[in-house]
């Protein structure tokens, strides 16, 4: 039995007192997607995506979409929400899709919108893809809710089909925040959404957690009693009837679609290295890499060029008891998309297998090469050659 650990590695970036004072960063452009005009905010990515599709159905009220069948779930319900119809094609257990297949479903179901999504930073063969659908006179959409950051030959993903979504929060340390960038046709109608604020409440609650994420990062031992206080606190916005939006939450609800990114979070993302939060995520990958014992099971067997890695995913035997493992020792793994959001039927053999053995290591930019050592000597040690691949 481990107990308490001086030693914890959160799973996602924290927020320090020096972000929320820092002012405007002098650099001059931040880069695809953060600079590019047609870019529109939202609070969540889920939400850009109803609001897109929302727009498409209104053109096309029998839209069908080519959709991944290993996804998060939030945007499935946020397409159909929408009301659009929706078929799957296969993505194998590299997290990749077999452009043979995709031609074949396509000819067969005859999808306006092929919607990819880029897993984890790791690109899928999107020219191809915009080949593809060209003469199809299809649609394309890029999910890059998990890779902001990252390019293929040069040219960030995002940027390939005609509509693409982002997930700030999930790399940068933003209370909530996502784009929705129209690379071409324009949806004039997207611009001109009434979006309202969350609240205080929400923006503050989150706030606070990234807080208390960084100080867990820094100050392990504290780990334990900071995440009491944090639960504490929620339950007494909770029981006083404070309402708050998520933004972590797995599920669609259209009473918060029309939510605005928040103030603070515009503010931040001003100050933010955001080369050098790259620059991090990718040194950090290596380094675990480069520690790892080699009998844990990469999902990826490298790390391309351009690529900003989100997590660094490995295979497990049981996923749950693995995170658990790992939680008790001071790591926080991520147990990623454990279930479909549909009957389970969409999902071919490896979408399963994904769902049931990907476990995420962080490489965040907050972390110490100490923190990335502690990592991966207690992933060998939990994983231990019983990896599945």
């Not at 590019?36 to 990515?45: D, I, K, S, T």
């Not at 995002?158 to 929705?180: D, E, I, Q, R």
């Not at 979070?265 to 050098?276: A, K, M, N, Y």
């Not at 014992?293 to 999902?299: C, E, F, M, T």
Request: proline share 6%.
């Amino acid at each position: 039995m481990v107990g308490v650990t001086a030693t914890c590695v959160p799973t996602y970036q924290g927020l320090s007192a020096a972000d929320l004072l820092r002012g405007t960063s002098a650099t001059a452009s931040r880069g695809f997607p953060l600079d590019v005009p047609g870019r529109l905010p939202f609070y969540r990515a889920r939400n850009a995506i109803y609001h897109l599709f929302r727009e498409l159905v209104e053109r096309n009220p029998r839209l069908t979409v080519l959709a991944p069948d290993y996804n998060s779930g939030n945007e499935v319900l946020a397409m159909r929400a929408a009301g659009a119809q929706i078929h799957y094609y296969p993505i194998d257990r590299r997290m990749q899709l077999d452009v043979e297949t995709l031609r074949a479903l396509c000819d067969r179901h005859r999808p306006d919108v092929l919607y990819v999504i880029h897993y984890i930073g790791w690109a899928q063969p999107v020219s191809l893809l915009a080949d593809l659908c060209r003469p199809r006179g299809m649609f394309l959409v890029e999910d890059c809710a998990l890779s902001l950051l990252s390019d293929l030959d040069g040219q960030p993903l995002g940027s390939f089909g005609h509509w693409s979504v982002f997930c700030l929060y999930k790399t940068l340390p933003m209370p909530n925040g996502a784009l929705l960038i129209q690379n071409g046709p324009r949806l004039d109608a997207l611009a001109h959404l009434p979006l309202r604020d969350a609240g205080f409440a929400s923006e503050m609650a989150r706030t606070t957690e990234l807080l208390v994420q960084r100080v867990r990062g820094r100050v392990g031992g504290a780990s334990a009693v900071l995440e009491t206080g944090k639960r504490a606190l929620g339950r007494l916005a909770s029981a006083m009837g404070v309402a708050r939006a998520n933004v972590g939450d797995i599920g669609f609800n259209l009473d918060e679609v029309d939510l605005a990114m928040s103030p603070l979070s515009v503010r931040l993302l001003d100050g933010f290295d955001i080369q050098g939060i790259g620059e991090r995520r990718m040194e950090n990958y290596r380094r675990l890499d480069a520690l790892l014992d080699p009998s844990v099971a990469r999902v990826f067997p490298d790390l391309p060029e351009g690529t900003c890695p989100l997590f660094f995913p490995i295979f497990v035997g049981d996923k749950h008891a693995a995170a658990r493992a790992l939680h008790r020792r001071g790591v926080d793994a991520l147990e990623f998309w454990n279930e479909s959001s549909e009957s389970g039927e969409e999902m071919s053999d490896d979408a399963r297998f994904l769902r049931a053995h990907v476990l995420e290591l962080p490489i965040h930019q907050d972390l110490t090469p100490r923190q990335i050592a502690y990592m991966a000597e207690h992933v060998s040690e939990v994983t231990g050659g019983r990896a599945v691949r």
